[in-house]
């Protein structure tokens, strides 16, 4: 298992598209736009600065459960703040540890001050699932003696 692959590595691949709200956003809508982007999460960014997290997750406690209202409760109010991050050097091994250790699904990546994507746990996935394909690749051609 590749779990020693930078997320530097990772984000080549995935590419770098990122979504963000405001704080002031409606959470009706950040949800409106995670189900149009087909994602789970957003970034909270605020003059330039990422500020918190936002997810279906936090919808589903913070404003679902407690029958409050979408359009009248502010992305601010319900968003997970300080964000946990990591930076393009971390490994997915790591990035696995912390999801985990934290019961978390999406992970900001900073450079410095400086974004440069997110990382969700099914990437991560991914990931060791491509690097575990490879491994058995290599080991099938070693046995059979053909070159891989």
Do not use: W
């Not at 971390?90 to 978390?104: A, N, Q, S």
């Amino acid at each position: 298992m590749q779990l020693s692959e930078s997320i530097r590595s990772l984000l080549k691949r995935k590419g770098g598209k990122l979504y963000s709200v405001t704080p002031l956003d409606s959470v009706q809508v950040a949800i409106a736009t995670m189900a149009e982007k087909q994602i789970g999460a957003l970034l909270v960014i605020s003059e330039g600065k990422l500020v918190g997290i936002v997810s279906e997750r936090d919808y589903a406690r913070k404003v679902f459960l407690k029958g409050r209202s979408s359009p009248q409760t502010t992305v601010g109010e319900i968003m997970t703040s300080p964000v946990i991050a990591v930076s393009p050097d971390h490994t997915v091994g790591e990035c696995m540890e912390i999801v985990t250790e934290h019961r978390i699904r999406h992970l900001p990546v900073l450079e410095g001050d400086r974004l440069a994507g997110m990382v969700s746990i099914g990437d991560l996935v991914n990931s060791i699932i491509s690097s575990q394909h490879e491994t058995i690749r290599h080991l099938e051609s070693y046995i059979s003696g053909t070159p891989s």
